[in-house]
């Protein structure tokens, strides 16, 4: 039996912490079958194959003995309505933090500067030259300012941008105060940028609502790199099909989004296919984290 069920083989996590040995540890990595019966009999300690979610949780009815599960992943909205009663889930706060946060600099930077016009125009043989926004000196609202909103922050004061953060209650930050969620109203008339970054839960599904997205500035662009479900498509395609304000998406509601869906089509639209964490960040970082983890389990 093992105790450790992991998605990556122990040589591969190097020097082994203190109280966990290679022997305990069954690795399976969601691709394949998982290990048989009487190996998962023992596992204590779970960490879910990364994009592997599915399959991964439907593993739970088979682990009698689980008491911790440990995602690769920051939101575990997806694992939650799935976890035995009892047991411990853990979440993986800070390892997406630079890949995330690159990516909402790229689809701010590609929607601002025109890039998707400008890459069909390569296509079409066309030269277009003409203004566009820029990121300096425009403001960007971080709506979910936890340790990915801090991250996008760290790379976005370089650009010459104002800042304005937003978490679930108001505190102090070294670089500024955070408002409450419940002064976005009063926040985002004022923003050029609206990056959601906030977990999904029932609290903030469909945040990015009518209400919401009417009081954004003309012009203004929404970049969703959280969940597809804080936002209401049906409104965000209301407000797109005007041409009033534009956006560019990480994550969609449908997801994956159907090759036929208005979404695909709609105007000043940018849409990457969820791809904010897998990176080459990822894996140093992960296994830095598991390994971190197994140590604290160990102890």
């Not at 411990?88 to 930077?109: C, F, K, P």
């Not at 203004?220 to 936002?231: D, F, P, Q, S, T």
């Not at 099909?241 to 994956?256: F, K, M, N, S, Y």
Request: some cysteine; glycine content about 8%; aromatic content about 6%.
């Amino acid at each position: 039996m093992a105790r450790y069920l992991l998605p990556y083989p122990p040589e591969q996590l190097g020097t082994l912490p203190a109280g966990v040995r290679a022997d305990e540890i069954a690795v399976w990595d969601g691709g394949g079958p998982p290990p048989e019966q009487r190996v998962l009999d023992g596992v204590e300690f779970y960490c879910l194959p990364y994009m592997h979610h599915a399959a991964a949780t439907a593993l739970f009815p088979r682990l009698p003995a689980l008491c911790t599960v440990q995602t690769l992943t920051a939101g575990v909205d997806d694992v939650l309505p799935r976890l035995p009663a009892g047991v411990t889930l853990q979440n993986a706060r800070g390892l997406h933090d630079a890949s995330t946060a690159e990516l909402a600099v790229t689809l701010i930077l590609a929607s601002l500067r025109g890039i998707p016009q400008f890459v069909r125009d390569q296509a079409d043989g066309v030269w277009n030259q003409h203004f566009r926004p820029a990121l300096a000196d425009r403001t960007v609202l971080i709506v979910g300012y936890g340790s990915i909103g801090a991250a996008l922050e760290a790379r976005l004061l370089p650009f010459e941008c104002d800042i304005v953060r937003v978490a679930r209650s108001a505190r102090s930050e070294p670089l500024g105060p955070v408002h409450a969620l419940d002064g976005l109203p009063a926040l985002l008339p004022a923003a050029d940028v609206v990056v959601l970054l906030v977990p999904l839960t029932e609290q903030t599904r469909h945040l990015a609502d009518a209400a919401f997205l009417a009081r954004m500035k003309d012009g203004a662009l929404l970049v969703n790199v959280a969940r597809g479900a804080v936002v209401d498509t049906k409104a965000l395609l209301a407000e797109l099909d005007t041409g009033r304000i534009g956006a560019a998406l990480d994550v969609t509601d449908p997801e994956p989004l159907p090759a036929d869906h208005p979404l695909r089509h709609a105007p000043n639209t940018l849409i990457t296919p969820h791809v904010g964490g897998p990176s080459t960040a990822f894996l140093p970082r992960a296994l830095r984290l598991l390994t971190t983890q197994l140590a604290a389990f160990g102890r």
